[in-house]
């Protein structure tokens, strides 16, 4: 089967949106000064402090999220899983962020949106993926 238009565009967005999350996760983890340079001395703590349970599903999100990516670009059915363990994580990310701790006044509504977006492209993510699969394109 010829592999449709929107593939190609889906999983190139989907790559450089998931890159831009890993990029995101490797400077929290690092501690770059460049990341922390816009937050609030007592955002910067929080995320700091971040026990790594969190730390890793946030890593599991966003490297699950490009491998879902790269798989779906070369066709292969694996994306489908790859980026509902991507959902798995960015939930569970979330669930430290907005109700384990006191993520939601500490980020502010901005953060509370932005999260919001992320979910939903989450969800887009793996219905696509599910989608494309069902209608064969996926080896």
Known sequence: MKTPWHLWLFGVLSLAWNAIGCWSWQQQVTRSPAYFAEMTMEQVAYVQAMPM?????????????????????????????????????????????????????????????FSAFIFVLCLVEVAYAYWIRGKGVLR
């Open 53 to 113: 349970w969190a730390t890793v599903a946030y890593g599991l999100a966003v490297w699950a999220g490009l491998l879902g990516a790269l798989m779906l670009l070369f066709r292969r059915r694996l994306a489908f899983h790859a980026y509902v363990a991507g959902l798995i994580g960015f939930i569970a990310y979330s669930a430290y962020v907005y109700v384990l701790s006191d993520g939601t006044r500490i980020m502010g509504s901005a953060g509370l949106m």
